[in-house]
């Protein structure tokens, strides 16, 4: 795999995005696509204003293959995402949650499901994913939280 072109910051929802999502160009096997990596604004904050403009991302970039990967501030059940469902793109992760909580309570120490990816699913099929579970390596959640309050998520997938 190797890495096409110059990585950008996409500018043209600047005003309407906060942290504006970060476009990387990819290459396996004579197939490419993009991941967009983006960071919502906090739940108290309302990310679904900041979300709602990924469908025109879609548009904006049609012969691009697009992979959202975000820590989106909220569940993939969210309504605001169902304008992307409707094109075609799907979660990797289902009622898997990632943020962890800040004590673990009766050895649940997940709270809630805001790390994903989007991926249309006409061309791309994913194989396996999951999520790595560093916190408990730690003595305590706080003691993880040092190195992050989200937990990696992955995904193994086929470009069609």
């Known amino acids: 795999m190797k890495k096409i072109g110059r990585p950008w910051l996409e500018k043209k929802y600047h005003l309407e995005i906060d942290r504006e999502p970060y476009f990387c ?39 691009i293959n697009l992979i959202f990967a975000s820590d989106f501030n909220a569940p993939q059940s969210h309504t605001v995402f169902n304008p992307l469902k409707k094109m075609g793109y799907k979660p990797v992760l289902i009622n898997q949650k990632t943020s962890l909580k800040r004590d673990c309570i009766m050895d649940e120490c997940l709270a809630s499901e805001y790390d994903n990816m989007y991926y249309n699913s006409a061309r791309v099929t994913v194989k396996i994913y999951g999520v790595v579970p560093f916190y408990q390596k730690f003595n305590s959640l706080k003691e993880a939280r040092t190195i992050s309050d989200h937990i990696p998520i992955w995904a193994e997938i086929l470009l069609n």
Request: aromatic share 20%.
């Open 25 to 63: 160009t990819f290459q396996y096997n004579n197939k490419q696509f993009t991941v967009v990596n983006y960071h919502a604004i906090t739940k108290k904050r309302q990310p679904e204003t900041e979300i709602k403009y990924f469908k025109f991302l879609t548009n904006d970039y049609p012969h």
